[in-house]
């Protein structure tokens, strides 16, 4: 099973000011990446994932995050981040074929006017 | 339409209490998880089903004990309730285990 790192516990950071949050997995077996965000009292949404392909994916509301295999490396980096991006960001790995997803211990990311 | 509910969203209930937390989906998919968040945040898989078949049963108390009627439902019993019980669970679902869509969470809270 995955181990994942978070290295960041806690990122504050202004508005408009871009943001990355590392991640880093145990293996280098074949793996599937995803982070996740969960808003205050919320469940968790998927930001965005890699599967195959392109190692650098994006989401809808401006982030992205690059795989590199040789680093076992999942950083997230947005170039300009809002209020409303305060949330607790996840890191998931998961090897390919089997069916346990796990998670970093999260980042916390407060933005500031 | 809400791809992942679970039932109930809040929990309070004494200690030595029984309770259940149901989950269900509509996504078709083939995996169906629960997870423990404590109150540290952090996230851990407690169990998994495929096909209503247990294919993942990580370290959890034997009090806990989750069944599959179908592939489309996977509920989560609970007995002899304890103070360290106090978390929010997380079911989930996946097909493939390409992508993982999770519930709001139960927030149980035993007193």
């Known amino acids: 099973a995955q181990s994942v790192t978070q290295l960041d516990s806690q990122v504050p950071v202004f508005e408009e000011a871009p943001v990355e949050l590392r991640c880093n997995y145990s293996?280098?077996?074949?793996?599937?990446l995803f982070w996740y965000v969960q808003y205050p009292n919320q469940g968790l949404q998927l930001l965005l994932k890699?599967?195959?392909?392109?190692?650098l994916v994006e989401s809808i509301n401006g982030f992205e995050a690059e795989f590199n295999k040789s680093q076992t490396s999942f950083h997230l980096r947005k170039p300009s981040v809002h209020i409303s991006d305060t949330a607790e960001y996840f890191c998931a790995v998961s090897d390919r074929g089997d069916y346990k997803l796990s998670f970093g211990a999260g980042t916390t990311v407060t933005v500031r006017a | 339409d809400t791809a992942v509910s679970q039932t109930p969203k809040y929990l309070v209930t004494q200690m030595g209490n029984d309770k259940s937390i149901k989950c269900e989906q509509n996504l078709g998919h083939d995996t169906m998880y629960w997870y423990k968040q404590d109150s540290k945040k952090f996230l851990k898989i407690m169990f998994s089903y495929n096909n209503k078949e247990l294919i993942i049963n990580e370290t959890v108390p034997n009090r806990f004990s989750p069944k599959s009627p179908d592939k489309a439902h996977l509920n989560l019993h609970i007995n002899s309730l304890e103070l360290g019980d106090s978390a929010v669970y997380f079911c989930?679902?996946?097909?493939?285990?390409?992508?993982?869509?999770f519930g709001s969470g139960t927030r149980l809270t035993v007193v």
């Open positions: 989930a679902s996946s097909l493939g285990g390409t992508g993982y869509t």
């Open positions: 293996s280098s077996v074949s793996v599937y």
């Open positions: 890699y599967l195959s392909g392109s190692t």
